[in-house]
């Protein structure tokens, strides 16, 4: 089956510094990657929807100067956090797609907290 | 605009008994459908998937689901429940004639607890 990785699975930071998560998807090629973030026993919501090659396309409300987004190959996403700050603390789940079978493939997620 | 409802914030069954978890959903055209399932601390992993043809779907671990076009739902069963069961479980859809690329929309979730 299709595998998504992510990395860190947990990272910790001061606040004020930046944080670089990676999505690799291990097995296909992507041809486009989800981040989404979770907030405790709610849903998931969708920050940005990333296309290798272009600039990613952020959802309503969504700073994309303080999320950066890099697709730099069909196997690879990196979201940067920048300047975090306690209330960007979250899960942060990723997840990519293929031309078919049309379902998204998630990856395990990352922790950041923000001290 | 497309959207789901999970209208159980939790559900609770006895293992061995047939559990049922709710989903409806609002499209303005045909819609795909999925379930996901998630354990604590981890991602989604995939169930099943309704796009077309059969209305009902059989995925992992036993869990199905049916497409009531008419009542527009998408509720993921299973006959016989398991402890191991127990996750929080999103149900999803994505619009197939806006389009939007793969953008799924997804439920709030429902808390599954299988007890002994």
């Known amino acids: 089956g299709a595998v998504v990785s992510q990395h860190p699975s947990r990272v910790i930071c001061k606040s004020g510094t930046s944080v670089k998560i990676e999505c690799r998807s291990l097995?296909?090629?992507?041809?486009?990657m989800f981040w989404y973030r979770q907030f405790p026993k709610q849903s998931l919501m969708l920050m940005a929807t990333?296309?290798?090659?272009?600039?990613?396309?952020?959802e309503q409300g969504v700073e994309k100067d303080k999320f950066l987004i890099n697709h730099a190959s069909l196997t690879l996403s990196t979201l940067t956090v920048t300047s975090a700050h306690p209330e960007d603390s979250s899960f942060y789940i990723c997840?990519?797609?293929?031309?078919?079978?049309?379902?998204?493939?998630f990856g395990p997620g990352t922790r950041l907290t923000v001290l | 605009a497309q959207s789901v409802a999970q209208p159980e914030d939790q559900v609770n069954v006895a293992e061995g008994n047939p559990l049922t978890v709710k989903c409806t959903y609002s499209?303005?055209?045909?819609?795909?459908l999925f379930w996901y399932v998630q354990y604590p601390n981890r991602g989604l992993q995939f169930l099943l998937k309704?796009?077309?043809?059969?209305?009902l779907v059989k995925g992992s671990y036993g869990f199905e689901a049916e497409f009531n076009k008419s009542q527009t739902s998408f509720h993921l069963k299973k006959p016989s429940a398991l402890v191991s069961d127990s996750a929080l479980y999103f149900c999803?859809?994505?619009?197939?004639?806006?389009?939007?690329?793969?953008?799924?929309?997804f439920g709030t979730g429902t808390q599954l607890k299988v007890e002994l």
């Open positions: 997840s990519a797609t293929r031309l078919a079978p049309h379902e998204q493939f």
């Open positions: 097995d296909f090629q992507a041809t486009t």
């Open positions: 990333s296309n290798e090659g272009s600039k990613a396309t952020y």
């Open positions: 499209v303005s055209g045909n819609p795909y």
């Open positions: 309704y796009i077309t043809g059969d209305n």
């Open positions: 999803a859809v994505r619009d197939l004639v806006t389009g939007g690329g793969n953008k799924l929309t």
